[in-house]
């Protein structure tokens, strides 16, 4: 007897030629994946030992190419972080530096009205918008702005200028110390030792005055008023405390308005100078003459060292 047997069905063949979507997609593949074998040229090695053109451009780098470049890159950004903190420096100096604000000290323990002198300097600064600066201020030129603007009592400014806040700087005043002081009317005028007349002073008033014994009021006479004057009488004073000769008093004699009797410490007459010849030559020749006069053991009136070259005494 036979058993039943079922047919196994034979699995179907594949056909040969495939699908065109398969055949296109198979190619786009290949394509994808060896599309440098046909686009490009593959530069460089992976071989340290090796060495081609344009190595550090190539697409394939070694571990030394890496290494270097790496280097550079590093380098790179040094340069760029130290430019960036150069400038950040630069910057915040130009701002520590800088002049926006100012407060004005002086030289003295007397109070001063700070506040003139700050508007002073702030409208030279304005017109000078370069020299709001500590770095770049012209101290020199400060100076002589303050003396024509109303204030001939500022001698100098100080080169130091402490920091004082941002954008605010601190600015010293050097004030001129009088030499002697004269009263006219109301008004007391100060001349210090260059010759210079000033009203405000911020010392010590001055032991030497001025005796106006001419009988010409200052105000009917524009000689005894004139700076030239004062200039003059400032002068005589400061060099004759530079030769060792004191000065105790200044006279401007009756009757005459070109000339001043100066008493001093060391003698007891007075030396009589004139307006008309320079200072210099006056005090020379009146320390030469009193020096001669004291070998002598010689006590006269008076000492005139007003003529050029001589010196006369009674």
């Known amino acids: ?21 398969q055949t296109r997609a198979t190619d786009e593949s290949l394509g994808e994946r060896y599309a440098f074998r046909r686009n490009r040229t593959l530069t460089g090695s992976l071989a340290s030992g090796v060495s081609s053109v344009n190595e550090h451009r190539a697409e394939l780098k070694s571990s030394r ?11 790179k950004l040094s340069v760029i972080l130290l430019s960036v903190l150069a400038v950040g420096s630069l910057l915040a100096l130009l701002v520590y530096q800088s002049v926006a604000i100012v407060r004005v000290k002086a030289f003295t323990d007397a109070p001063i009205d700070a506040r003139q002198y700050e508007d002073a300097v702030q409208k030279y600064l304005t017109g000078r918008p370069i020299e709001r600066s ?3 201020l012209d101290t020199e030129k400060l100076a002589k702005h303050l003396q024509t603007s109303g204030y001939p009592e500022v001698r100098a400014v100080s080169e130091r200028m402490d920091f004082d806040g941002v954008g605010a700087s601190i600015v010293t005043l050097e004030f001129r110390r009088p030499a002697v002081v004269w009263q006219t009317g109301n008004t007391r ?10 009203t405000r002073n911020y010392y010590a008033e001055p032991t030497v005055s001025i005796v106006d014994q001419s009988g010409i009021g200052t105000q009917d006479n524009k000689v005894l008023a004139s700076n030239r004057f004062l200039a003059f009488i400032g002068m005589v004073v400061g060099r004759m405390n530079a030769n060792g000769h004191t000065v105790t008093q200044v006279a401007l004699p009756a009757g005459t308005t070109r000339q001043i009797a100066v008493s001093v410490a060391t003698v007891p007459y007075p030396i009589k100078y004139s307006v008309d010849r320079p200072v210099g030559e ?7 003459a009193i ?21 006369y005494y009674k």
């Open 134 to 136: 500590r770095l770049t």
């Open 189 to 198: 005028l100060y001349v210090d030792d260059t010759g210079v007349a000033f």
């Open 1 to 21: 007897m036979k058993l039943p047997h079922k047919k196994q069905q034979q699995p179907a063949r594949r056909s040969g030629l495939s699908s065109p979507r």
């Open 65 to 75: 190419i890496h290494a270097h470049d790496l280097r550079h890159h590093r380098r």
């Open 291 to 311: 020096a001669h006069l004291s070998v002598k053991g010689i006590t006269p009136e008076y000492l005139d060292v007003r003529v050029s070259g001589k010196a």
């Open 282 to 288: 006056q005090v020379e020749d009146a320390v030469r």
